[in-house]
């Protein structure tokens, strides 16, 4: 049996949901800095003995001063460790964003300048893939990042296979686009348009002189370029909801998660399972998912195709009696 293929194991550094939590971040809790604030303005009252022995106990109270004063300084305190925090992030690749990504980028092999309009996740894939063309030619990954170089950002994947013992390389590259995301249409909201996979001749034949440079191509190997294979899809969901839910609040978040689900899937060689689609319905109000397209798990076993969602459908099939 053919083990469907994600781009999480080629990208693993870089998938955000593989992460664990970093050990450098601190928990930041805004009732427990003041609570210690508190705790220890007590003892120092206690300790510096006021007059009369008069004893701190109004700190209950709205209109107390004093613990007001440590409100406001706890605020600053919190804006300060989320500040750390923040810090810690920027300087890894994983998690950087905008000038501080690219200042991480110029410490990696050539610079890897970010390309015009080229978004974090994107430059993020390139900057983890820019090592491979230092290894030994012949690198999946080189030619991945060689022909995600190529057309300044045209292109949202690369993948790169050969036979064991041939000498041919076949790279596979899929356009980028538009992220799907929702529209309303007729104040009804839907899935927005899938972008289209599939570069033009002109973009695979730029591709495939680029790669093919004798600086970047494999002295002994035979490249060829190709567009990706479509596979064509169809959601068609119906819902079965909790009695007094409101079918038309319910479906709306039901297509918004449907539309990230679409979005983050949106890769080569990326499968299409119920499972997934049936946690994107698991929203509130749903009792049962019905996915009556696709009719089983679309599995994309290589690395030369990928899933294209043409429509996406929610109806209402009841309320649970």
């Not at 083990?3 to 999480?8: D, I």
């Not at 890894?92 to 501080?100: I, N, R, W």
């Not at 499972?275 to 690395?303: F, H, K, R, T």
Request: charged residues 20%; negative net charge.
């Amino acid at each position: 049996m053919t083990t469907p293929y994600s781009p999480s194991s080629r990208f693993s550094v870089v998938n955000l949901a593989q992460l664990g939590r970093m050990q450098v971040l601190e928990t930041v809790n805004t009732e427990a800095i003041l609570a210690n604030r508190m705790a220890k303005f007590k003892a120092l009252w206690a300790v510096s003995d006021p007059p009369q022995a008069a004893q701190y106990d109004v700190e209950n109270l709205e209109f107390d001063p004093i613990k007001i004063q440590h409100e406001t300084n706890t605020f600053f305190e919190l804006m300060l460790r989320d500040r750390v925090n923040q810090a810690a992030r920027s300087v890894t690749l994983a998690f950087a964003v905008g000038s501080d990504l690219d200042a991480i980028a110029s410490r990696y092999p050539g610079g890897v300048p970010r390309l015009p309009s080229e978004s974090d996740d994107r430059y993020r894939q390139r900057v983890w893939l820019s090592p491979n063309p230092l290894t030994a030619h012949g690198m999946g990954d080189s030619y991945s990042f060689w022909a995600l170089t190529a057309l300044n950002g045209a292109l949202r994947d690369a993948t790169a296979t050969t036979i064991p013992g041939q000498p041919n390389v076949t790279i596979t590259v899929m356009l980028d686009g538009p992220p799907v995301t929702t529209v309303r249409t007729g104040g009804v909201l839907q899935v927005g348009p899938f972008p289209n996979p599939t570069p033009s001749d002109d973009q695979i034949g730029q591709t495939f002189l680029y790669v093919n440079d004798q600086t970047r191509r494999g002295i002994t190997d035979v490249v060829r370029v190709n567009k990706p294979k479509i596979v064509n899809v169809d959601y068609n969901i119906k819902l079965t909801l909790f009695r007094t839910w409101d079918f038309t609040i319910v479906r709306e978040t039901v297509i918004s998660a449907l539309a990230d689900l679409i979005e983050s899937q949106r890769w080569l060689g990326f499968s299409h399972t119920h499972m997934a689609i049936d946690a994107a319905c698991d929203q509130p109000g749903v009792m049962n998912v019905e996915i009556v397209s696709p009719a089983d798990d679309v599995v994309v076993a290589d690395l030369h195709s990928c899933v294209r969602v043409n429509s996406v459908t929610v109806e209402l099939a009841g309320f649970a009696s």
